[in-house]
């Protein structure tokens, strides 16, 4: 073989090397992001943590498949939700079977309702502690909380979460729009009970 | 068939509105509503304020340094 054909080569090594060395500098600068959807994913912090690392290793693994220029971030939280499937975390009720939920407004009405007739929105808001926020997020079920931490917390888009999840754009809506009134009504219950 | 109540209609389209997928006629009505209703208005607030203080109450856990670092151990080492 001579020199020309292997220096071809040599540069398509060095290529490839720097491609490869770029993708996980961009993917671990997106860990923070990566990680804070998962923590709302999964109901512990040390599962969320195991889910992530496994994530991560099976991105550098398989970086090739992504295609530079489309969204990364969308790219690690698909195959961050494929190994959340994997591990069978999936046993719920099915959508349909869910309690009916309150109106949009019911959060507020019951906040403002339990105060001393103060109704301004920022110190009705107040009356919710982080700690409640994050129990109630919890309460959520998973088809609709996956939906929920991904649009709102995950600033993905619908189309995102469509993609991320595997479900219809239509499905994310629906799911968004019951899983934020679950929430809020998760929310009402723990700042002033039911 | 029960009659239409406007604030009842902008409490359905409300998440919608926020998330900025109505249609520019559907939008508009919306915000001619939010205009004119004080009762309206007031939980339009609340509900763009709620949605900021569950994302701040969930940021308010950062990643674990030791993670961070684990994932960068997970790199391709230079050869």
Not at chain 1, 28 to 43: F, T
Not at chain 2, 48 to 63: H, I, L
């Amino acid at each position: 073989m001579s020199e020309t054909t292997r220096e071809p080569d040599a540069r398509q090594i060095a290529t490839e090397a720097r491609d490869r060395v770029r993708f996980e500098e961009e993917a671990l600068a997106l860990s923070d992001q990566v990680y804070r959807v998962a923590r709302h994913l999964v109901g512990s912090r040390e599962e969320a943590e195991d889910l992530v690392q496994e994530t991560y290793a099976r991105a550098f693994r398989s970086w090739r498949s992504f295609q530079p220029g489309t969204n990364l971030r969308a790219w690690l939280l698909r195959i961050l939700t494929n190994l959340n499937i994997d591990r069978g975390r999936r046993q719920q009720r099915r959508p349909d079977e869910q309690p009916l939920e309150e109106g949009d407004y019911f959060l507020y009405n019951k906040l403002e309702a339990a105060g001393d007739g103060d109704t301004d929105e920022d110190r009705v808001v107040e009356r919710l502690s982080q700690n409640d926020v994050v129990a109630a997020l919890s309460e959520v079920p998973h088809d609709f909380r996956d939906v929920v931490v991904l649009v709102d917390i995950g600033d993905f888009t619908y189309s995102d979460a469509a993609q991320i999840l595997d479900i219809p754009i239509g499905t994310v809506m629906s799911r968004l729009h019951r899983g934020r009134r679950i929430l809020k009504q998760a929310m009402a219950e723990q700042a002033v009970g039911t | 068939m029960t009659a239409y109540d406007p604030c009842t209609h902008c409490e359905e389209v409300m998440q919608q509105y926020m998330d900025r997928v109505l249609t520019d006629s559907e939008r508009a009505e919306a915000e001619k509503h939010l205009d004119e209703c004080a009762y309206c208005r007031k939980r339009y607030r609340f509900e763009e304020t709620v949605r900021q203080y569950v994302r701040q109450a969930v940021a308010a856990e950062p990643m674990p340094v030791e993670l961070k670092t684990k994932l960068a151990a997970l790199r391709t080492p230079l050869q």
